[in-house]
């Protein structure tokens, strides 16, 4: 695999048993991915398909029945703190405030730091995320967006070296989702995070991503393509739909997701898993039919 | 709103008082002739000169009720004992006997509840010992303890150990998956994850645990000491009972309704403090 990668997986999959003692099935089989360093890599696909299995055992909480995450070079077997998540429900301790819970994280990240030292710690990250003031509220007290903002500032408060966002945005409501994306695009451009996101939202990825992964449906799901985000840095949600890239880019992806998720499952059993094809959609690329893009880059 | 409410509901609740007060007194006041035996035979037989029934009136209770309160603590032999003695007696066995249940079954409920393998392994000991009802211990208590206060200990720590163990091991058995995946990634130990995550996680089941035990051994301990006597509130009413003095029986029923409702709301108080909303 290619050495600029920071965390990539090999082969990876993943299976559960049949019902009634049948043959296991696999929900995803033969991943070969990875983000470099500074990369924003989001993954997207159907229900079904495994999403959170992956992201769960780039976390380390759940093992691959085949495969290995390799992270900076070397096998990774459990959860580090080199790997940060950022749960789909927050998952933050009802019990403590939100300082509290970054305190958490912080303590086992530095155990031997004096009380002081944790708490200007924590605030630096509760400013960076926009919670200044709300430092001593449970997260009972709090919206469902600063609910979020408390497990983003928990999961960059022990500076990972990759964070794992699973759907962070996916129990919001639409404007409060924009501007917590606003805040991850800036967070991530100024401290060039290495970010592995999973999102079924199409113009989530494309504000956020630098490679966007394609999965085919679930079961034996497979990685069917690689899209490269062709709009410039600096993208924000506000002018992003004015580049001309950006429709060529939107239209591949929900034809993606529409139909071609289905149909490519039986014509990616002859693509090498290792390299996917990977495609530009582009303004002069908007005549083409899907399958002949498929053609070309195969 | 909910202040009238609370208001209407204590109007209420004085009214009913009252309604049960006044039928209570008109019930045992005397209106027919008196019957024609020596008063001394007829006070046995539960009737009165006057010719009404024995049981005390209301007003009886509240004199005899005030007796106990303004002296609570005298102490005139093995028979004659102040209330506050009594149910000091009791209260002692029931903390006692309760606290050691509640140090086994709390850590034994957290190795049941986070090992499948000893769920399972316990839980036919579990089945059978719970349904015995603690006074069947009784004799086996004292056969082996050869000593009758340290026996109602006993027989305190074997029904109050049941509500504990298994509402400890159910909370901690259904702590949320994510907060334990959160310590999980955050490479939190095993000894800190179990009193930073699990244990706040499951404080409020374990606590509902606690108040069902508390209850439970406040109603063993006047049945164990009725059975073993010597001393304490359920010594207290058998004796009394013996006395024939319905009134200090009815005096005694009060008072472990009251201590029964202040054991509650104490532990009802504690529960609030670990109680969390999400």
Redesign the interface.
Known sequence: MDPNNLIAVEGLARSFPGPKGTEPVAVFEDLWFGAARGEFVCLIGHSGCGKSTIL?IL???DQPSEGAVIVDGKEATG???D???V?Q?H?L???MTAIQNIA??VR??WPQWPRAKIREHCQTYIDMVHLTGAENK???QLSGGMRQRVGIARALA?EPRIMLLDEPFSALDALTRGSLQDEVLDICAKTSQTTFMITHDIDEALLLADRILLMTNGPRARIAEIVVNTLPKGRSRADMHRHGNYYPLRNHLIEFLVSRSETLREMVQDVDPRKPPVVFPRADDAARTPAVVHGATA | MDGSKNLHALTLSVVLLALFLGGWQLAVSGTGTAPQMDPEYAALMGATAKGGSALPAPFDIAKEMWRHISDPFYDKGPNDKGIGIQLAYSLARVLIGYFIAAAVAIPLGFLIGMSPLFYKALDPFIQILKPISPLAWMPLALYTIKDSGVSSVFVIFICSIWPMLLNTAFGVASVRRDWLNVAKTLEVGRLRTAFRVILPAAAPTIMTGMRISIAIAWLVIVAAEMLVGGTGVGYFVWNEWNNLSITNVICAILFIGLVGMVLDQALYQFSKLVTYSE
């Open positions: 769960n976390a380390g909480i959860p580090s703190l790997r940060a998540v749960f429900s998952a301790m009802p019990w958490f994280a086992s990240r449970k997260p009972a022990i």
